[in-house]
């Protein structure tokens, strides 16, 4: 399935420093600026993490008609 995400928030805290305000507007619009191919909501949450490098706290999205 194809999945459009609408709205996240991630967890931006780590031990190791966290992004600047900035970087942190372009990972969510980078995540939000096109589809993801998953398989359900726990492997697209599993490949956002993966791709972004942090963790998602909350997510919303729709489904592709595609």
């Known amino acids: ?8 928030n991630f967890d931006f805290q780590s031990d190791c420093g966290s992004p600047t ?15 993801w191919e998953a398989d359900s909501e726990d492997d697209l949450i599993e ?9 998602v706290n909350t997510v919303r ?5 595609i």
């Open 1 to 8: 399935m194809l999945y459009q995400v609408t709205e996240i």
């Open 21 to 35: 305000v900035e970087e942190q507007r372009e990972i969510v619009a980078s995540v939000m600026s096109g589809d």
């Open 47 to 55: 490949s956002i993490t993966d791709e972004t490098g942090w963790c």
């Open 61 to 65: 999205f729709k489904v592709s008609d």
